[in-house]
């Protein structure tokens, strides 16, 4: 286990590193950069402009300021952000926990809500239940994201029974520690929602789908031959075994969930680090761009870390050194 | 719960019998329906009113209006079809009031288009306009010509990498195939969306709008072929091993020959069923850029471009209209994933999804 994990963690080095050399090379390769809007503002000196283009290693070869930048990042330090003037680790950690806390609430409301409707379905195989429920997991995939998000902003302007925007309000601050818990959840409503749809219909299909397939499994015959009842088989033969798969893709379904989040808080307003990442590319601002990137791609490989570990804690068939090597 | 047998009879006959009849009119709907958008992409300057930079500066954020029938008496003297005309009432709120005394008539294949005014100096707005008078109808018709041809485009730039590299990497294995799919396992690593944002900032400003098409259309594909890739090279490596290919080795063929005429044609069922259901992707990819402000700008418009105008509560809030297209690329994104779920049926028995 501990060996396990320790190869996946020197494994990820060289991804991480590709990646943000990657990302390097791109945000490098855009015309222009944060400067160049800065030289626009006369309120600004050319000298304090060259002495913070000295500051922030401009001018020198590409390989140089990205090695200078990996060997900071490093040590912890992921530079500052040109725009805000502010590291860039501050503004990504009061972003990244809006981000992490949408992300794992639409992933929560996904489950609780894809696995006993996939159950469902399957069970309910061809009768109207099933067609129903079946087309409206289609529409629900089919809904682009975005729409979802401007239609459910419509409901809350009319209705004004949500905010519109933020992660939390205005008066946050302000408020005991049950009415800031209130405060998030209202706000988490809408854009959970948004999210959910469509990872709960996909889900719920797969769901079902891999239900009906182990209703044919040998396994399930005996346990009906020797007697159980249709809830037991359902309950301890079935579903235990159709999970399995899932906890793997609930790893892969955080990484998909930390991307369609940063679209959704862009539309929605919310500060998280999608919007963030938005900004800093709009602004060339390279060092909040290669943070965002390093953090994001962190997230996601850790996501699919701790799926591969849940899988082996739920099925004691799987053998993590041989399972590595295979996939 | 289950009536016991009833469930293993049902499975026999799906498995070993004709192909699922399941949704059959859904699928021949969404045929029907892509169809008709396509074409009306195709047609947009005859079926579109007007072009899509055309500003009717005294009606900013009009509603849309109402087609009436005239009394079948007044058909040949006025045409079939009329509107009321709309006045504005207050600058400031942008409110409208319609005149119900006043009709504006209709023509069918007036001056080169589908429907028009019968008297020129007059407007008529069905989805109503943009805060600069613009026809959201017109731009709707247009903008699907890029919004629809992202897809198609993408999914053939993608797919055809990824069968490439899927193909040789499954087919000709050992060290190649190790690179390639170390390359693919990197590619799918990256947090697709914060990278598509990176890069789509690369695109400078100032290129030409099928330039920015281009490039939109090629970094997508960029991030995406790895997927593909890796299943294809799955296919390859099993194919490789079949009888008929063995044949053909046996016979002389190259490898080049035995891989296009043996190896290609038997990935062909998961390619187009991956086609169809990867379209919607690349249209969903474009529309989110878009929306952003870093994909399609202006003068050119997609779908997504013309929903950037909703990604502002005011307007959301005033203007509920200014969201149909979001409505067209949720149609468009269902049709094709129904018609890739019955393709895949159809075409791909071993991905089995059961009915």
Known sequence: MGLFLLRRLVQMVPLLVGITFLSFLIVDLAPGDFFSSLALNPSISPEAIADMKRSFGYGEPLWARYFAWLWQAVQGDLGLSVAHRVGVLTLIGQRVVNTLILAIAALIVTWALAIPLGVIVAVRRGRFSDKFLSLLAFLGMSLPNFFLAFLLLRFALQTGWFPVGGSVSFDYEYLTTSGKLLDRLHHLILPTVVLATSGMASLMRLMRGAILDLQRADFVRTARAKGLSEGAVLFKHVLRNALNPFITLAGYELGTLLGGAALVESVMNLQGLGSLMLEAVLALDIYLVMGSVLIGSLLLLLGNLLADLALTLSDPRIDLSGASRSQ | ????????????????????????????????????????????????????????????????????????????????????????????????????????????????????????????????????????????????????????????????????????????????????????????????????????????????????????????????????????????????????????????????????????????????????????????????????????????????SLLKDANNLANLDKYPWILAPGVCIAVTTMAFNFLGDQLRDRLDPRAETRS
């Open chain 2, 1 to 304: 719960m289950i009536e016991p047998g009833g469930g293993i009879e049902g499975e026999l006959l799906s498995t070993t019998g004709r192909p699922s009849r399941r949704w059959r009119w859904r699928a021949g709907l969404s045929g029907f329906v892509l169809l008709f958008l396509y074409a009306t992409a195709a047609l947009a300057p005859w079926i579109a009113p007007y072009q899509p930079g055309e500003q009717f500066r005294r009606s900013p954020n009009a509603p849309p209006m109402r087609l009436h029938v005239a009394a079948p008496s007044a058909w040949l003297a006025q045409g079939v079809l009329f509107v009321h005309p709309q006045r504005m009432v207050d600058s400031l709120r942008r409110r409208y009031e319609i005149d119900t005394t006043a009709r504006v008539p209709l023509r069918f294949f007036a001056r080169g288009h589908l429907l028009a005014t019968a008297d020129p100096k007059e407007h008529f707005f069905v989805l109503g306009s943009d805060a600069l008078g613009r026809d959201l109808f017109s731009r709707l018709v247009y903008g699907a010509r890029i919004s629809l041809s992202v897809g198609v485009v993408g999914v053939l730039i993608s797919l055809g990498v990824g069968t490439l590299v899927g193909v040789v990497a499954g087919y000709v294995g050992g060290r190649t195939d190790d690179v390639l799919m170390r390359l693919c396992e990197v590619m799918m690593a990256l947090p697709a969306f914060y990278f598509l944002l990176a890069l789509a900032a690369v695109i400078p400003p100032g290129l030409s709008s099928a330039q920015t098409f281009a490039l939109i259309v090629v970094l997508m594909s960029f991030i995406r072929w790895a997927g593909f890739a890796r299943v294809i090279r799955g296919m390859a490596a099993s194919i490789r091993e079949l009888e008929y290919v063995q044949a053909a080795q046996a016979l002389g063929a190259g490898r080049a020959r035995t891989i296009v005429r043996h190896v290609v044609p038997a990935t062909l069922g998961y390619t187009i069923v991956a086609a169809t259901l990867a379209i919607p992707g690349f249209i969903l990819g474009e529309s989110a850029l878009s929306l952003l402000g870093l994909g399609i700008q202006e003068p050119s418009t997609s779908w997504g």
